[in-house]
């Protein structure tokens, strides 16, 4: 069965740093991108950034560019969110999704979704 097992979260003061994997499993790791997605309680999901995995494209919203940087380890099926710089507004429940086309991602649609980790930013 598919799996985007998604860990790293924690508590952090502003300005502070997190790395987050997503783990998967199931499908085809290489055709596929994987996204990251966080949503705030009351708040819709936003799409944050994906990588396409064959050719190590990356994407990122405006609200994170500069200061999260998303990559993939092929031979562990692993994607990492490096979060620098980060800011109370980015306490969200962060969880991973897979589908073969970034557009996709990039508007909330995905084949496969992970039930995510929480990150909370302290002021």
């Known amino acids: 069965d598919v799996q985007l097992q998604a860990s790293g979260g924690g508590l952090v003061q502003a300005g502070g740093s997190l790395r987050l994997s997503c783990a998967a499993s199931?499908?085809?790791?290489?055709?596929?991108?994987i996204g990251w997605f966080r949503q705030a309680p009351g708040k819709e999901r936003e799409w944050v950034s994906c990588i396409n995995v064959s050719d190590g494209f990356t994407y990122y919203a405006d609200s994170v560019k500069g200061r999260f940087t998303i990559s993939s380890d092929t031979a562990k099926n692993t994607v990492y969110l490096q979060m620098n710089s980060l800011k109370p507004e980015d306490t969200a429940l962060y969880s991973c999704?897979?589908?073969?086309?970034?557009?996709?991602?990039?508007?909330?649609?995905?084949?496969?979704w992970g039930r995510g980790t929480q990150v909370t930013v302290s002021s």
């Open positions: 199931g499908f085809s790791f290489a055709n596929y991108a």
């Open positions: 999704a897979a589908d073969p086309f970034p557009s996709r991602l990039q508007h909330g649609r995905a084949d496969y």
